[in-house]
């Protein structure tokens, strides 16, 4: 039966289209969604590209990829705009997905109400600890990890989501390959070492933070350069840098106080 399973094919790779457009598509498609809702038929790209947060020369080079051009003076319709990119990314049809590590993150993945709207079902939880397994989460019993080839081949998953601690993945990850798995989502923070024919995107949330320390940390560099140490201030003509004036106090002022 797991013969029959529906295959993953990075957009990328199947239709030439570069990756780095790829990561984009859903970011367009989440933001065209936001657009029908709000009861657009068209949009410009200029205003899509706003609601992406890109420039639009990136856009409508990204769309090109998809032979989609839009309509001068007009824009791109969005509802045909949804389906090019939904089908691009292959949500076409409904995505079975299996999640192993039902701790903190795993609890709150498992619950996550945007999988579904997106086009993916969560089929089964999987965990190794015995006190874990038989929990019901979101409406699923916990399976143990040794029942994962069983139940990826009767729910034809191609896709496998790890949210176990960093020492664990690489034996999950061995596992999930195994058992036919050829899409990895990786919230542990480590690197997997995975054969040919496998794609895994990772997710590590303290990296994430690290980044934005890096950007707070030069926000507070430029502010004390701007400010000036030591009661001194930079000459913004010649770089230099000039003692600031010491105020001039009159000690009859004081005296008179």
Not at 169 to 193: M, Y
Request: with cysteine; hydrophobic share 45%; charged share 25%.
């Amino acid at each position: 039966m797991s013969g029959d399973r529906p295959r993953i094919r990075a957009a990328g790779r199947a239709r030439g289209v570069p990756e780095a457009t790829v990561a984009r598509l859903p970011v367009y498609l989440r933001a065209l969604h936001a657009l029908a809702d709000a009861g657009h038929n068209t949009v410009s790209s200029e205003e899509l590209a706003v609601a992406a947060g890109v420039n639009s020369a990136k856009l409508r080079k990204d769309l090109s990829h998809l032979g989609s051009y839009g309509t001068r003076g007009v824009g791109y319709e969005v509802a045909l705009l949804v389906d090019q990119i939904s089908r691009a990314l292959g949500l076409t049809q409904r995505w079975a997905v299996v999640l192993v590590g039902v701790g903190n993150l795993g609890h709150a993945l498992a619950g996550y109400a945007g999988f579904a709207s997106r086009g993916f079902r969560i089929a089964a939880l999987f965990d190794a600890d015995t006190e874990r397994v038989g929990e019901c989460i979101a409406g699923l019993d916990v399976r143990h990890i040794d029942d994962l080839d069983r139940v990826v081949a009767e729910e034809q998953v191609s896709i496998g989501v790890i949210s176990t601690p960093a020492d664990a993945a690489q034996e999950v990850a061995d596992r999930l390959v195994e058992a036919g798995v050829t899409s990895i989502l990786n919230f542990a923070p480590c690197v997997l070492q995975v054969p040919d024919g496998v794609d895994v995107r990772k997710v590590d949330l303290a990296l994430e933070l690290q980044i934005l320390s890096f950007h707070e940390q030069r926000k507070a560099d430029d502010a004390g350069s701007a400010s000036g140490v030591n009661g001194s201030m930079k000459s913004a003509a010649a770089g230099t840098v000039t003692p600031l004036p010491t105020p001039r106090v009159d000690a009859r002022e004081v005296v008179g106080r």
